[in-house]
């Protein structure tokens, strides 16, 4: 009762020590991951396994902690350490095609945290905990996909059409990857329980 009581208390007064630990580590390992080539290719669509840890981070840390790992991972890259897929930074990957999806990260990470974390907290019985995680990550792709065909619409100026035609072959893998977050996640919980949001009262 007493550890409950410490752990809102801390929860109001804003981030500690931990929580800011656990924002560079996701955002180091989203980093990490994004300058890894892609697995394999099939046809020209690459697997990378990046967008793994961003699906995975917002599962795990909640809205607030999970938001802010993605938008650390995002001011890095545009501050100009080579962060982004094929080791690219600064302001110009925001402008460039793919600006849309990174953003989409930032966005999916607020989000997806919050889903998840209200749905963590009904505390779902094992079966259907990695279901639930694999929802919440499928969420976050259609969100990130949908920031990215806003943008291709906005600044490219592509037609609906063209946007989605242009995004498509993207989506049935990341599905995937969205798929693999989920039991990661709950291998996650399993491996660190305290990370769990805490129950509903």
Known sequence: MTTQVHARKAERAGFGASDIALIAVFAALMAVLAIIPPIFTVGAIPFAIQVIAVLLTPLVLGPLRGGCACALYLLVGIAGLPVFAGGHSGPAAIIGPTGGYLLGFVVQGFIVGAVAAVALRRRPNRRALPWLLIACAILGVVIIHLC???????TLHMTLTRALITTAPFFPWDCLKGVIAGFLAVA???AFPALMPARKA
């Open 148 to 154: 990215g065909v806003i943008f291709f619409m906005t």
């Open 188 to 190: 996650v919980f399993t």
